[in-house]
């Protein structure tokens, strides 16, 4: 009985943070946090443009609280804004902008689109990178397309500081499927060589 409540809570969860993205639409909105609180539910939505997420004296936030009750029956939603500081160190983000720019310029340019948002990545100082786009590129049959650059751990510890992510954009071809991983300049590189100066002694 336990188990199942706990899967049914989950799901529910998992509804209302795909609600929201498609509520506030792609790119505007990373992640979605729900905390269960005595007083009611704590909503996070975490992005880099807390500007147009919150709207206008608030109203989209008010908005957004009133679907939440009515649609979810949520008692008392409270939805907090968290900003990501450097977007190029959030898989997300770059995901959801990479099929952005995959549905406005089309499939022809995934090349270009993918090796500027490397750089971008690159520029802003991560240790490494990696973006996987698979889909009909531009060939009518389909296939994945690698782009990486610098560390990128796939298994053992260090890959719990590896940022993961999915997007998928729609374009005339087909569905392009797009998965980025980023390694933070802060992460804990376990195997990397540091050469220290040497100092000279008399």
């Known amino acids: 009985m336990i188990e199942k409540k706990f899967i049914e809570m989950k799901k529910n969860e998992y509804s209302i943070k795909e609600f929201i993205k498609a509520e506030l ?22 992005t880099s443009r807390p500007g147009i997420i919150i709207g206008r004296k608030g109203e989209s936030i ?14 008392n939603p409270k939805i907090e804004i968290a900003e990501i500081e450097k977007v190029e160190f959030d898989a997300q983000s770059i995901a959801d902008q990479i099929a952005l720019s995959l549905e406005r310029f089309g499939s022809s340019s995934f090349k270009i689109i993918a090796y500027k948002m490397m750089d971008r990545i690159k520029r802003a100082g991560a240790l490494g990178a990696e973006i996987l786009l698979s889909g009909k590129l531009p060939s009518a049959k389909a296939r994945a397309w690698r782009f990486t650059f610098g560390y990128l751990y796939k298994t053992g510890y260090p890959v719990n500081f590896v ?30 060589i540091v050469i220290k100066d040497r100092i000279e002694t008399k």
Do not use: C, W, Y
Request: aromatic share 4%; hydrophobic share 40%.
């Open 25 to 46: 639409g792609k790119g505007k909105i990373s992640n979605v946090k729900i905390e269960r609180t005595p007083i009611g539910e704590r909503i996070i939505l975490f």
């Open 62 to 75: 008010q908005r957004l609280t009133t679907i939440l009750k009515k649609e979810f029956k949520m008692e």
């Open 163 to 192: 940022n993961h992510a999915l997007a998928v954009a729609q374009t005339k071809p087909g569905s392009i499927g797009i998965k980025v991983d980023i390694l933070p300049p802060d992460a804990k590189l376990l195997d990397k």
